[in-house]
C-alpha cells in the first residue's frame, strides 16, 4: 500500500485511526509518530501512532509525552541521550535530538525536538530511506504484520532529518563501543568461586531495574553537587524539589 503526500498521508491515517487513550510506544511495532496536534482541533487525537499490527491509533497525548512515557522504562533518559549526542557532534548545545537506546532509534522529521514533532522508528524499516528529488519529502516503507508493505511518502525537512539520522547512526556506533567495553570490563564469570560464593551468602537478591539504580546514581551526583554548592544547607525538601525541577527541564521533552 502506498500513501503520498503528508495532507493526503494525515487525512488517510485519521481515517483508518482507532482512538485509544492508553496507547504506548512499542519498540517492535511503533513504526511511526505523527504529530498532528496543531492541524486537528480534536483533543481525543493530539497523534498518530502507526502500528505494525494494529495499524493506525489515535492519541490523546501529544509525541512528546509518549516518548517521555517510553524512556521512564528505558535505562537512560534525554541526559544520557543529550550526553551521548554532543560526544559524536563536538558541540556544546543540543538543539534537535536524535534518541538512540539500543537497537531502538526515533529520529525526528523535521523541527526543534522540545516541541512535539513527528518520529520515524528508524529501526522498524524494510528498507533505506528514499529522499524524494525536488520535493520536501521522504519515503518510507515498512513492513507490516501480515508481510505487507507500507510506503509511505511523508513530508519532511530532508537536510535536517539526513542530518539527525546521520547523528543518530553515530551514537548507536558510539553507544554500541560503551556496551562493548562495559561487558569486558564488568563481565562476571558465574563458574567461578567468588560468584559461587556470593550467590551462598546471599540468601535473597531483591531484582533492581536498571533505570532505578542509574537515577540513584543521578540523584548522588545532584546531592553531591548541591551540598558543595550550598555547604550541607540545603534541607531534604528543597533537594527533593530541586531534584525534581532539574529531571523535569533536563531529562524529559
Known sequence: MTVTGYKNLTQWLLEQAEIDPQAKIDRHNTLLLVDCHKHFSDSNC???????????????????????????????????????????????????????????????VKGAT??????????????????????PAIQLNFKMANASILSLEMSANCNFFRRQYEIAQKMMLQQWQIW???????????????FKSCLAEVDRLEYIHPREIFNLYQRELWECYIKGSWDDHCSPKEFEKNQKNVKRRYDYF
Open 180 to 194: 562493548r567495553s562495559a561487558a569486558a570490563e564488568l563481565k562476571v564469570e558465574e563458574d567461578s568461586l567468588l
Open 46 to 108: 493530539r497523534s498518530l501512532l502507526i502500528d505494525q499490527h494494529r495499524g493506525v491509533i489515535g492519541s490523546p497525548k501529544e509525541t512528546k509525552r509518549l516518548l517521555n512515557e517510553w524512556l521512564e522504562q528505558q535505562m537512560f533518559g534525554l541526559i544520557w541521550q543529550r550526553s551521548v549526542q554532543k560526544s559524536v557532534t563536538k558541540k556544546e548545545r543540543v538543539e534537535s535530538l536524535a534518541i538512540v537506546h539500543g537497537n531502538s532509534m526515533f529520529v525526528p
Open 114 to 135: 522540545q516541541h512535539s514533532t513527528s518520529w520515524v522508528a528508524v529501526h522498524n524499516l524494510a528498507s533505506k530511506i528514499y529522499y524524494l528529488p525536488n520535493k
